[in-house]
């Protein structure tokens, strides 16, 4: 495995307060450094060009961010840029496609440990502590260079509105994410399955507040893994936010932090002979956060493993996200 990082992320500096705080660049510059000092290796991250983020956002969103370097501004009431901000959120988008590269390179996972987070910003719009949409620029780069299908699976607990989006007509991309519903942004129900030619490549599993590791392994290996397995990637791509942690103050998940590691360990199963490329969004308890990414890495590190732990535990509300789901889903996959 593969991890790709740097200490330019901690340069985005957001106000007092603010949950996507430097500490969180320093939990990844820590984890980084350990996984260095135990012969691991790490890639520094390049700048994504303007080429490649222009292929998923307008050049108006390019240019205002672009205007923001040297300078402190706020672009919502979320989302705030510090002098650095404009290259570390390009650097963010290359350390995406970094990832990409080298998974699809090696064959081994690749790990992106980047800030700010991606998934929220749209096609012309920062928003949501994100300013480009790092994994969708990695996955419309994997495109032009020659793939046919890219899975993006979106672990974090918030839904990734913008990357639902930027995706929505194109069945090349298939986009699925697991979400506390309803929150933040509005967006991911499970009747949101795409457009046009794209129809049925959105699949969103729209959990309740409370959802456990039994509402999330239930959700997984009865949605995900089918519809991963007939869609047949050539990359899976993982949104790696780490907000549905129990500890996380932002949401009201109960997911622990083994339940993280076997979501990475299933994803990783489940992606079979194709490429894995995991980039980090979300995560705001910085002792989960650190714990979160750590169990990761050792699975990703570790040989493969077949297990997918079915839990003994009720799991109403991943009964009840399956329902949604198979409704909606139903004229699109098989098995689910």
């Not at 790709?4 to 603010?18: D, L, N, W, Y």
């Not at 820590?30 to 012969?39: C, D, F």
Request: charged content about 20%.
């Amino acid at each position: 495995m593969i991890l790709i990082a740097s200490e330019r992320f901690g340069a985005h500096v957001t106000p007092p307060g603010h949950p996507e705080r430097i500490e969180r660049a320093e939990v990844f510059d820590r984890i980084a450094a350990e996984w260095t000092a135990r012969g691991g290796r790490t890639i520094e991250p390049t700048l994504a060009s303007r080429e490649a983020l222009l292929r998923v956002h307008t050049e108006d969103l390019v240019a205002s961010i672009e205007a923001t370097a040297g300078r402190a501004s706020m672009l919502d009431p979320d989302t705030f840029t510090s002098p650095d901000t404009a290259q570390v959120a390009q650097l963010a988008a290359g350390a995406a496609i970094n990832a990409v590269e080298s998974a699809l390179q090696t064959r081994e996972p690749a790990f992106a440990l980047v800030r700010p987070p991606g998934h929220h910003a749209e096609r012309d719009q920062a928003m949501g502590f994100c300013f480009y949409n790092n994994v969708a620029v990695a996955a419309a780069h994997a495109l032009a260079n020659g793939l046919a299908r890219v899975a993006i699976v979106d672990i974090d607990v918030h839904h990734g509105n913008g990357t639902q989006w930027i995706a929505y007509d194109d069945p090349r991309v298939l986009y699925v994410s697991s979400h506390q519903f309803p929150y933040y942004p509005g967006t991911g129900a499970a009747g949101e399955v795409g457009e046009g030619a794209g129809k049925g490549f959105t699949v969103n599993i729209p959990l309740e507040a409370g959802a456990t590791d039994a509402d999330y392994q239930l959700a997984y290996g009865a949605i995900v893994r089918p519809v991963l397995e007939q869609f047949a990637p050539e990359l899976v791509i993982v949104s790696a936010g780490f907000d549905a942690h129990e500890r996380d103050p932002l949401a009201s998940m109960r997911v622990t932090t083994a339940g993280y590691a076997a979501l990475m360990n299933g994803l990783r199963l489940w992606s079979g002979g194709s490429a894995l490329a995991v980039v980090t969004e979300g995560g705001y308890d910085l002792t989960a956060l650190g714990d979160c990414v750590e169990a990761s890495i050792q699975v990703l590190a570790a040989p493969r493993t077949e297990a997918w732990p079915v839990a003994p535990q009720p799991a109403p509300r991943g009964e009840r996200a399956l329902a949604a789901v198979r409704a909606a889903q139903a004229p699109y996959w098989r098995g689910i």
